[in-house]
Each structure stands twice: as C-alpha cells, then as structure tokens.
C-alpha cells in the first residue's frame, strides 16, 4: 500500500483543475490550529463509506453539487476493496488523488490529513473517535457513539481531554435544526401548558432478512478481521438483499442495537433534549419482540420502552411491522410515524425526522409551524466548528447520553423473559404512560395477526440507573449482572481492538 508524505501528497493532488483547490484556502486553520495541520481546507479523511459515508464524500469533492466550503478529500478507507474503488473513481472524476487505506489506524496516523469523518458500523464509533483524538486529528462521527455504555464514556473523556487542540462532533443532525430548537423553547416555556410525557416514535418498515443455514461467505476483497474490529470474531450469519456483511449488522448485537440505536438514536436524542434532561434516566423498562417473520436477525422488531425523569416520562416505540399485514405503510401516533411528540396540556408539539417542527391542539388542528433551519445545517456546522475550533452542535456527550438511552432501553429488553401476555398486561398496569403503549402496541400487533397470546412477548425488568456509575441497579443479582456485563453496556473490545480506556 503507498503511504504518502505531505510533499508528495500536495503534489498528487494537484492533477487537471486541482492546483487551485489547495492553493485557494488558507483561511481554516488559524492561529488556534491544532500543531501540524495544513495552511489550507481542512484535508479530510474518511473513514467507511458504503452508503451514509457516500453521501459524506460527496461533500468533500470538488464540484459536487454538495461541495462545502473549507475542507477537501485527502484520504479515503475502507476495508472493503469495492467500496474503495468506487471512492478512488468519484476522487479521481472530481481532480484528486486521495491517499487510499484499508486500515483505519494507519490513516488516522497520517500527518497529510487534519480531520476524520468516521462512517462505519456502530461497533468501531468509539474505538476509532478515541484512537483519532489521541493521534490529533478533528473527528465528525456518526451516531449512534457507541455500541455500549461504557466505551461512549470513554469517547466523551477523550473528547474533553483533547478539546484544547482537537474537537469531536456527533452526527446527531437535528441537535442542528433551529426549528427543533424554537419548538423546544417554546415547551420547555409552557406555551402549551405543562409537559405532560415525551414519546419517541421509530414506525419504520423493516422486512425479514431471510433464514440462512451456518456461516455465510465474506465477499472477496473485504478485510472481515478489520471489519470485525472490537467485535467478537465470527463469521457472518446473514445473508439478505444487502449481503453478507453490510447494513444488516444493525440486527446483530455484536455490532448495532436494532432500529432503536439506528433511527430511533435521532428521535430519542430530541425527545432526551425536549425533557431539558442531563443525563441518563432514573430508571428503564422494555418490551417486545421480533414480530411477524422469522429471520436470521437478533433485534426485536417491536419495542415499547419507558425511561423515567422528573419533568416527565419519555416512551420510546419500535415498531418495524406495517399498519397491518402486507402493507408498507406505518402506523401514525399523534401525526408521527418517524418522529417525536412532546405531549403538553394544551396540544403537543410533533418534530418530524428532517427536523421539522409543528405544534396542534389537543384535536389536531394547526397551531403553529417552527421558523429557522432544518438539520441540513449539520453538515455546514461542523465546518464552521473546525473553523472556530468549538462545537455548538452535537457535543459528544450529549450523544452519549442519547445512545446510552438506546443501550439501555435494550439492556431491560436482554435482561427480560418470555412472559404470558396477562402478565405483561398486569406489569404495565399501574403506569400510565407504560399502559397506553402497551394497548397501542396490541392493537398494532393483531392488525398484523401477531397474537400475544401465542407468541409471547419479551418483557424486561424495571432497572434503576446508577447515573454516576453509568450502571445498572436491581434487587436481583442475576438480573443486576445481566444487564451490567452484557456487551451493550461494557466491551473492552477484542485483543488488538481494544478500546482505550480514558476515565
Ligand atoms: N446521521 C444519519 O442520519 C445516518 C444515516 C444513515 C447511517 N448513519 C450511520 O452511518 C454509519 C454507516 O451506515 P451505513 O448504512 O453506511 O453502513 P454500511 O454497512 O452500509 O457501510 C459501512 C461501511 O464501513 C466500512 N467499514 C467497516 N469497518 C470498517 C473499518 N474498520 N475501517 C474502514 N471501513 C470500515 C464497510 O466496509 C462499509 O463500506 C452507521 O453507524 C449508521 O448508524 C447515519
């Protein structure tokens, strides 16, 4: 593989029209520049770009219709060799020669590139943010941060003990919309009278993935130990319309959470800040299933979660199955499919998935749209972050702290129990928000001819949350240590992957 120095980099960038792009840029790093960093755009590195990353390079190419201003393509990795031909054909169409890597650790080394935008699989978020902090680069990563509660932590401490040269953005877009912004004003003000509860609604239509026999084959040219990284090493079990190894890990635990850590982590980072909450919840409790089909997937396809705080409750619904059998389309609660609804007294303020924010009365009529940006501003802000050196939107740790909700609205799932669906009924009784879910969820499950009473739901324990330890707390030992030492809320990571430890 070539490595390149920074001489022979400025000088293979330039092919065609390319002179004038490093050339023209002097303006990025100032006198606050972290030591080492180049007198021009930002050179960006990027790291995993099958799909969303794809969109990310787009942003960094000269000419694209979505170019940002104040930072260019210098490095391209991928452990996946087809990806990375794809990467090296658009650089190369858009006048660059991009350095090329397979490896992460090498790239992150490289002193001809200034910042990493890290679009990976959710189990190398952490790994990767902490490991380019420490080798002094600027990291844009991807949501969800983490694939457990404890290496989040981790990336947070790293966050702050490099902040004084380098700084960490999570890609949280909507944490960018000033629409969401003016709507959470507005609540947290008592426009529309007391918070009542936050529900968080990820209705997405999710199909089976097929049923596979053992092992499945890793494509040619895709380096799986690399792409394993802190994961435990075993081969693939999938094999659906996406292959072998891409996208459908977001149905394993060794590498996603389900849709709850996939969509859900933007919708329950809004309904986190709706609440004005810090941090974690006082306590958790989940239930649910995979629902409707039986497939290779591990996640549940259905999950109704309470997390408790003191200004109100926040419900969290997973739902991957349509409004009934055979159809696509989603279920709506209170005008949102993919979204948040902020309940208050008087009517309740529904934030759509593009960041769009629009509050009703109490019988749906229109009372007011939210004025101000969308959260296509994300992208345009963490340029400016490298810019000012500060972040302002999608601090790390407020990322951290939504994904943990994530993490441990499926911890209470993992450390529940098939139950008879009378006793599930009877464990959701005396809470209202829990209770209402829950009746929502039936009606949703025999529109889909999911019989409750046949196959039986998984219903997790009420778990307090020690928010100091970042752990989990119940009477039960068995059930304490179930949630506390599965791999979502602590995984030191695989020998050679192992995630630094900083607190
Ligand atoms: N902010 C958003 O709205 C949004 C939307 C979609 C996806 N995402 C996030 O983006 C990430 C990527 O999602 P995707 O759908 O593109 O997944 P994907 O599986 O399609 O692509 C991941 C890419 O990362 C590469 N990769 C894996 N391990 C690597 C390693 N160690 N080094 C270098 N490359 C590696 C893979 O080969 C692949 O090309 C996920 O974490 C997802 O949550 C965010």
């Not at 459908?248 to 850590?261: A, L, R, S, V």
Request: with cysteine.
């Amino acid at each position: 593989m070539k490595t390149w120095s920074r001489k022979e980099f400025l000088k293979a960038s330039l092919i065609g029209g390319g002179a004038a792009l490093v050339a023209g840029h002097s303006r990025l790093y100032g006198a606050a520049a972290p030591s080492g960093s180049a007198n021009g755009d930002v050179r960006l590195g990027i790291i995993g770009f099958n799909a969303q990353g794809w969109g990310h390079l787009q942003n960094y190419l000269p000419g694209s219709r979505t170019k940002l201003d104040g930072a260019v393509l210098a490095a391209i990795c991928d452990v996946d060799d087809a990806v990375l031909a794809k990467g090296r054909d658009a650089a190369t169409k858009a006048g660059l020669k991009v350095a090329e890597y397979k490896d992460y650790r090498k790239m992150i080394e490289s002193k001809d590139v200034d910042a990493v935008l890290i679009a990976t699989p959710n189990h190398q978020h952490s790994i990767m943010t902490i490991m380019a902090l420490q080798a002094g680069k600027d990291v844009y990563v991807e949501k969800p941060l983490s694939h457990n509660i404890w290496e989040g932590r981790q990336a947070v401490e790293a966050a702050k003990k490099h902040a004084s040269k380098n700084i960490a953005l999570i890609g949280t877009q909507n944490r960018s919309s000033e629409q969401i912004m003016n709507a959470i004003a507005a609540v947290r003000s008592g426009k529309f009278g007391k918070l009542k509860w936050v529900t968080g609604t990820c209705y997405k239509p999710r199909d089976s993935i097929g049923l596979h026999e053992g092992p499945q084959a890793v494509p040619a040219g895709l380096d799986y130990d690399l792409w394993t990284g802190p994961a435990p090493l075993t081969p693939p079990t999938r094999n659906g319309p996406k292959g072998t190894v891409h996208y459908d890990w977001h149905w394993f635990w060794n590498y996603g959470g389900g849709d709850i850590t996939n969509q859900g982590i933007h919708q329950m980072d809004v309904a986190r800040w709706m609440l004005g909450a810090q941090g974690l919840p006082k306590s958790v409790m989940s239930f649910g299933g995979r629902f409707g089909y039986r497939d290779d997937a591990e996640t549940p396809n259905t999950l109704v979660s309470v997390l408790t705080y003191d200004t109100a409750p926040l419900i969290f619904e997973v739902r991957g199955l349509g409004r009934k059998k055979g159809m696509r389309a989603m279920d709506v609660y209170r005008k949102s499919s993919v979204g948040v609804v902020a309940q208050c007294e008087n009517g309740y303020v529904n934030i759509a998935e593009n960041g769009g924010a629009i509050a009703y009365d109490n019988d749906g009529k229109k009372l007011e749209a939210f004025e101000g940006a969308d959260n296509g501003a994300h992208r345009k802000n963490w340029i400016k972050a490298l810019q000012s050196r500060k972040v302002t939107h999608g601090l790390l740790e407020e990322g951290h702290y939504s994904t943990s909700l994530c993490h441990l609205a499926n911890l209470s799932f993992l450390a529940g129990a098939e139950k008879a669906n009378a006793q599930l009924a009877d464990a959701v009784a005396s809470d209202f928000a829990s209770k209402d879910a829950y009746w929502r969820m039936l009606d949703h499950l025999k529109a889909n001819e999911v019989d409750l009473d046949v196959t039986k739901p998984i219903v997790g324990p009420l778990l307090k949350v020690d928010a100091k330890t970042e752990t989990l707390v119940h009477a039960d030992k068995v059930i304490a240590d179930a949630a506390n030492n599965h791999a979502l809320r602590k995984r030191t990571g695989r020998k050679g992957f192992e995630i630094p430890q900083i607190a």
